[in-house]
């Protein structure tokens, strides 16, 4: 049983569509990264989160911390092939982070 | 500055074989962390420090030693490999714990026969 679940699993969409992913838990977490990972490469932070009910904006990408810090969503505006990668999240617990699965997004020029 | 570095990029091991899996940092970054990663698992912890001298057991320790005696250096070994054990690593650093910008190296990709 994963602590972090992250949905959709695949996402395949066309260019210029918008799309949103979401990270959800049962517990509580006193901050939240959102990473993207590129094949043959180590993930890189996109954003970490901290307030309940915080919402970041990164040029197309919005990122939201759920006002129970329980979970998250990223929405990206305008998909482009760049943005294609494993969108992972991560919530910080004691001194460590947990991961979730990933999304892994695919965008069609 | 070169970030976080890990050597080598690819290792076939067979069972029982023992190797050690090399990673630095060049941003004196008191925190490092060592992941594996499989499919559809995400990211799970091994082991980590949070400086010098000072190693902790992750979410996913047997199997592996870690020690740290630089700031820099954080290797980590393994001790008779198993097929289990057959995945892609990744070293991370930041300059502090939770909450902080974590930087990931490349990754290390094994195989074990």
């Known amino acids: 049983t994963q602590l972090l679940e992250q949905s959709p699993q695949f996402l395949s969409i066309q260019e210029g569509e918008n799309l949103t992913v979401y990270c959800n838990s049962s517990s509580v977490f006193s901050s939240l990264q959102w990473y993207r990972q590129e094949p043959g490469e180590g993930p890189v932070l996109l954003v970490t989160?901290?307030?309940?009910?915080e919402v970041k904006k990164l040029k197309r990408l919005t990122f939201q911390f759920g006002d129970a810090r329980k979970d998250s969503s990223l929405h990206i505006t305008a998909a482009q092939p760049g943005d294609t990668g494993l969108y992972l999240c991560?919530?910080?617990?004691?001194?460590?982070?947990?991961f979730g699965p990933g999304t892994r997004l695919s965008v069609l020029p | 500055n070169a970030g976080v570095t890990q050597t080598p990029k690819f290792q076939v091991l067979k069972t029982g074989q023992s190797m050690t899996l090399q990673c630095a940092q060049d941003m004196n970054h008191e925190y490092m962390s060592w992941y594996r990663q499989d499919p559809g698992m995400g990211l799970r912890l091994i082991h980590y420090s949070v400086g010098a001298g000072i190693t902790d057991q992750g979410e996913v320790p047997n199997g592996y030693n870690v020690s740290r005696s630089t700031t820099e250096d954080f290797p980590l070994r393994l001790l008779s490999a198993a097929p289990s054990q057959t995945s892609v690593y990744f070293c991370?650093?930041?300059?502090?714990?939770?909450?902080?910008?974590?930087?990931f190296g490349p990754g290390t990709r094994l195989l074990v026969l």
């Open positions: 991370a650093s930041s300059l502090g714990l939770a909450g902080s910008h974590q930087y």
């Open positions: 991560a919530g910080a617990r004691g001194q460590n982070f947990v």
């Open positions: 989160v901290v307030t309940g009910g």
